[in-house]
């Protein structure tokens, strides 16, 4: 055998934890090239260091160990494609729901910005088509306008957040929740 690299040696060199190598081979993901029987110390070789590319590459790509052992194990190329196409379609709906994420981030930036004179005052503004939900019933506290909210985002089967954002606005509304019998959002 050529050159060994310790355990410690092998992580430093593929900037990964030890542990992490040590969880590689318990799963038979990635074993050492030899085991010392007295100490117990993993030894690899160079000749291992291609496989190790490759886990740490498709780790990145967000591919399950699993899928990377499974097709260690087959070694098929259509296999091989299928597993990348299906972590595409993964990749694309995580960048789906983090664009929608950042919408509703900026969405919330400007609203905290509006001054606060403004906000409850009456105004017009042309809006996109949405969906609307109502909920007809008194609320006379802050609690039942919590739990309306609540009920309200379970039967639309909406996740919507509702912050109540300026305390002028705040007091305003505990002044007048008696008077609300419908609520939007």
Same mark, same amino acid.
């Given at each position: 055998m050529d050159q060994r690299f310790t355990i410690g040696e092998m992580a430093k060199l593929h900037n990964i934890p030890v542990k992490t190598l040590r969880y590689y081979d318990d799963i038979d993901l990635f074993k050492p090239i030899e085991v010392d029987p007295n100490t117990n110390y993993r030894y690899y070789s160079i000749e291992q260091f291609e496989h190790l590319n490759t886990i740490n590459y498709l780790r990145e790509l967000g591919?399950?160990?699993?899928?990377? $052992?499974? #097709?260690?194990?087959?070694?098929? &190329?259509?296999?091989?494609?299928?597993?990348?196409? +299906?972590?595409? !379609?993964?990749? %694309?709906?995580?960048?789906?729901?983090?664009?929608?994420?950042?919408?509703?981030?900026?969405?919330?930036?400007?609203?905290?910005?509006?001054?606060?004179?403004?906000?409850?005052?009456? $105004?017009? #503004?042309?809006?996109?088509?949405? &969906?609307?939900?109502?909920?007809?019933?008194?609320? +006379?506290?802050? !609690?039942?306008? %919590?739990?309306?909210?609540?009920?309200?985002?379970?039967?639309?089967?909406?996740?919507?957040?509702?912050?109540?954002?300026?305390?002028?606005?705040?007091?305003r509304l505990k002044r007048c929740l008696n008077k609300f019998t419908t609520l939007f959002f």
């Amino acid at each position: 055998m050529d050159q060994r690299f310790t355990i410690g040696e092998m992580a430093k060199l593929h900037n990964i934890p030890v542990k992490t190598l040590r969880y590689y081979d318990d799963i038979d993901l990635f074993k050492p090239i030899e085991v010392d029987p007295n100490t117990n110390y993993r030894y690899y070789s160079i000749e291992q260091f291609e496989h190790l590319n490759t886990i740490n590459y498709l780790r990145e790509l967000g591919i399950t160990l699993k899928e990377i $052992k499974q #097709q260690f194990n087959v070694r098929d &190329r259509q296999m091989f494609y299928d597993m990348l196409a +299906r972590q595409e !379609a993964r990749v %694309e709906q995580e960048i789906k729901h983090l664009k929608r994420a950042k919408k509703r981030l900026n969405n919330r930036q400007r609203e905290l910005l509006c001054q606060y004179d403004d906000c409850g005052k009456p $105004k017009v #503004q042309t809006v996109h088509k949405r &969906r609307i939900a109502q909920l007809k019933q008194p609320i +006379r506290s802050h !609690a039942e306008l %919590e739990l309306s909210l609540k009920q309200l985002e379970k039967r639309s089967g909406l996740n919507a957040s509702i912050l109540l954002v300026a305390l002028e606005f705040h007091a305003r509304l505990k002044r007048c929740l008696n008077k609300f019998t419908t609520l939007f959002f």
